[in-house]
């Protein structure tokens, strides 16, 4: 997985962490959650602001 699969990210931060609410996540606590999935293989150093956002924004859709 790469960020740039930011839907399959979001499907599986919902999957995993059901008690974590993706509205309120910070993006350092989010990027920890998205480089600790099982499978994810990129440069940690590429999930910048903008890729945090769109897997945030990914995650809550996933709740509605």
Do not use: S
Request: without cysteine; aromatic residues 10%.
């Amino acid at each position: 997985m790469k960020w740039i699969d930011v839907n399959d990210i979001a499907v599986t931060l919902f999957e995993k962490y059901p008690e974590v609410d993706p509205k309120t996540i910070h993006f350092v606590d989010l990027h920890n959650l998205v480089i600790g999935i099982d499978g994810f293989d990129d440069n940690h150093h590429r999930g910048g602001e903008k890729v945090l956002e769109a897997i945030q924004a990914a995650w809550i859709d996933e709740l509605e």
